[in-house]
């Protein structure tokens, strides 16, 4: 997607999340609205979810698209990766990263960026798929931080 007409996409569904997500003061029905909103109008949005920290380990949280991995194996993949570095992971070519986790044999790009609690506590990540290569950049990263702040505030 040409990179305006992605920020305006972002500008506008943020607004849109503003209004909806403090309806509820649950962070799990506020993020199945982030999820159910961004999937509906993303289209290259072709798995998204979260996977949450539950005792040291990584297990799916609400999500739209196909069946995914209930847990991710410990330190591997992607979601690992952002959660032990502690930042977004922006992946073109999903089977050029070292231990990538195939929930689904059709995602070619990905992009993961943590969630954090209101104090500053690393809870989980936010993971989106693509059908496509390259579908990513940094423009997406920084906006779904700025989304994902709204769930925790
Ligand atoms: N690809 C992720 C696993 C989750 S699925 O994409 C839904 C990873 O490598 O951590």
């Known amino acids: 997607m040409d990179e305006n007409k992605k920020q305006g996409r972002y ?12 309806k509820s003061d649950n962070p799990i029905s506020r993020m199945a609205t982030v999820i159910a ?10 798995w998204i979810g979260f996977y949450l920290l539950n005792d040291g380990r990584l297990l799916v949280g609400p999500y739209q698209g196909p ?5 991710l ?3 591997k993949g ?3 990766a952002a959660i032990n570095q502690k930042e977004a992971i922006v992946v073109p070519d999903v089977h050029q990263f070292p231990g ?8 070619k790009s990905e992009v993961v960026v943590p ?3 209101t104090t500053g506590n690393l809870i989980g990540v936010l993971d989106i798929d693509s059908k496509d290569y390259n579908s990513f950049d940094e423009v997406d990263a920084k906006e779904l931080a700025r989304i994902l702040k709204l769930i925790m505030k």
Do not use: N
């Open 37 to 46: 909103v961004l999937h509906h109008k993303m289209e290259c949005f072709f």
């Open 115 to 117: 969630l954090y609690d």
């Open 78 to 80: 992607v979601c690992w």
């Open 100 to 107: 990538h986790i195939a929930c689904d044999s059709r995602s």
């Open 73 to 75: 194996a410990k330190d």
């Open 67 to 71: 069946v995914a991995c209930q847990e």
């Open 11 to 22: 500008s506008r569904i943020y607004r849109q999340l503003e209004e909806l997500v403090p």
